[in-house]
């Protein structure tokens, strides 16, 4: 009288039983079925264990889980919500931006001046200040080529500036609604990555592939041998072959170089504070996106020329806003959150085009 | 089944990628179990709603640095445990500094959430017997007939939850019901009008 009955609890020791009976799952009703028909002499005791486990389960019910459900998550999302306008506020509030600027002005004097002594390969100073970046806006593959004579810079909406020398050419997909960060380069660049721990950035360059969260470092492709170099600036750089994504061959930290040749498909990793210091060359040619008293139309094309995302709007609604906006490195979309909120216009994005809508400034 | 595993392994890949709605839709698919198993640890409902609270805030703020996760309410129930269990050692610090056992934390916990809810319900509802049945087991009990029956785990997964082998589960799960059956025999509405319904124990 004692002890439960060990029929059942054979049942109850069974992994399979317990999931079909505290889980709706056609594959476990189908199994059962068929488990019943091959031994219809044990129906009677396995639907006896059903019942059993059933009402064990029943009797597991007793709060009132809807009301307290819904009371924990409305400070579940106050305090997530509260984090968030925490966040903008320190980005947006605009004497709090006035002090941001000055820093974010020195630090990118620093970036600047560091970044030129980080060039060691440029030989040519010809100022061409016309010069335009070329890229298309027309699909959403975007195809940077430095045709220039002088090092150019790449804006990508995420934030990140990737400096193109001569004859360099970056390929990449609009990433603005991907999960995933992806540019071919062909050619030397130095590229300054953007933090985005949730979206890595990936580049391609010949037989490598470069994974990095946020960092500097510059890549030299050698379009005749196939050769690439990598050397990093700050940060940490994962360095893969194409043929094996899986297993990372080096993790470069800053001054750390590595030297793959094509041929014998071998990377080489090296310290080379030697070949950081031997950098000459003059500033290279940077979009300012500081702007004074200025058409929001014309902030829009900037903005449109610069990332290389159509930008949808209509002329006429916005053509007397005139706003001042000291904008920098931010990503693509700070800088439109920021001047949208400056004229009360919002804007969405659809398949990586920009959508603007907003009533007419006074 | 795979199907909807597939469908949370999807949710949490979404939620891992900064998506708020997948996250609301993960809270919501497994709210009920864990303040169902909370309450079997934690006798006061503020300590319980603080510690769920903190649980998911916490997700959220370490999203990107989460691992896949084969199994989301395994994953959630194994922490909220240990949220649980930390909050009651240190509430218990408070108290005592005596050496202080999960079997004390147990013991401690005379009136829970849940009986006082019990109360308000269909107080004779054959389900309501059972409830009882089980609820004056041992604390230990009461959580591996939980983890068994209500959450569907296996005794691997309750052996990893609560530290056992995997023979003591089986073990523990065979003594908990030699247990409720000799509770439902001992009750006194037992013997009359549910006698039918729950002969099943005999």
Request: glycine share 4%; aromatic share 10%.
């Amino acid at each position: 009288m004692e002890n439960f009955d060990e029929n059942i609890f054979s049942y109850f020791d069974d992994n399979e039983f317990i999931k079909w009976v505290t889980s709706k799952s056609d594959a476990s009703d189908a199994y059962w079925k068929e488990w019943m028909q091959k031994n219809p002499g044990k129906i009677k005791g396995l639907l006896k264990a059903k019942q059993i486990a059933q009402d064990l389960s029943k009797a597991q019910k007793p709060l009132n889980t809807e009301i307290l459900s819904q009371d924990i998550w409305e400070k579940i999302n106050l305090n997530i919500e509260q984090q968030q306008a925490a966040i903008s506020l320190a980005e947006y509030s605009p004497r709090k931006t006035n002090r941001l600027m000055i820093a974010a002005s020195i630090a990118g004097l620093l970036l600047v001046t560091s970044s030129i002594y980080y060039f060691a390969n440029i030989k040519t100073n010809r100022a061409d200040a016309t010069a335009k970046i070329t890229s298309n806006v027309t699909s959403n593959n975007l195809n940077h080529v430095n045709n220039t004579s002088e090092s150019r810079v790449v804006y990508l909406v995420d934030g990140t500036k990737i400096t193109l020398q001569p004859g360099a050419s970056l390929k990449h997909a609009v990433f603005l609604q991907k999960d995933k960060r992806e540019v071919y380069l062909d050619g030397d660049a130095f590229f300054e990555v953007a933090k985005d721990a949730n979206r890595p950035f990936y580049v391609y360059a010949h037989d490598i592939v470069l994974r990095v969260l946020g960092t500097s470092f510059n890549v030299t492709t050698n379009k005749k041998n196939g050769n690439v170099t990598v050397l990093v600036k700050t940060g940490k750089v994962s360095v893969f072959k194409s043929s094996n994504k899986n297993n990372a061959e080096f993790i470069l930290t800053p001054t750390q170089s590595i030297r793959y040749t094509a041929q014998s498909q071998s990377i080489v990793k090296s310290e080379s504070d030697a070949e950081l210091e031997k950098a000459d060359t003059k500033a290279q040619h940077v979009i300012n996106f500081d702007f004074e008293e200025t058409p929001i139309v014309t902030i829009f094309s900037a903005l449109e020329e610069a990332y290389g995302i159509k930008m949808n709007y209509d002329e006429k609604i916005f053509s007397k806003c005139i706003i001042t906006a000291p904008l920098r490195d931010e990503p693509f979309e700070e800088k439109l959150k920021i001047i949208c909120a400056a004229v009360g216009a919002k804007y969405h994005i659809d398949n990586n085009e920009v959508f603007v809508q907003g009533t007419a400034c006074k | 089944m795979k199907s909807e595993n597939q469908l949370e392994t999807n949710l949490w890949l979404q939620f891992k990628n900064g998506n708020k709605n997948a996250f609301a839709e993960i809270y919501k698919i497994h709210i009920s179990s864990l303040l169902t198993y909370g309450a079997k640890l934690c006798s006061d409902e503020g300590i319980l709603k603080d510690n769920i609270q903190d649980l998911f805030i916490e997700l959220w703020n370490g999203r990107a640095n989460l691992a896949n996760v084969e199994n989301e309410k395994f994953y959630l129930i194994k922490s909220l445990r240990y949220k649980l269990i930390r909050a009651e050692k240190k509430r218990q610090l408070h108290i005592s500094t005596d050496s202080i056992s999960d079997e004390n934390i147990y013991k401690r916990i005379e009136v829970s959430v849940e009986s006082e809810i019990i109360e308000k319900e269909t107080r004779n509802s054959q389900i309501n017997t059972v409830r009882k049945a089980i609820n004056i087991l041992s604390k230990r009990q009461q959580e591996v007939i939980q983890l068994r029956f209500y959450q569907g785990f296996t005794n691997e997964q309750i052996a990893e939850l609560m530290q056992m082998n995997y023979q003591s589960v089986s073990n523990l799960i065979y003594s908990s019901l030699c247990r409720i059956k000799k509770n439902l025999s001992s009750s006194p509405v037992f013997a009359t009008a549910l006698l039918a319904a729950f002969s099943f124990f005999f």
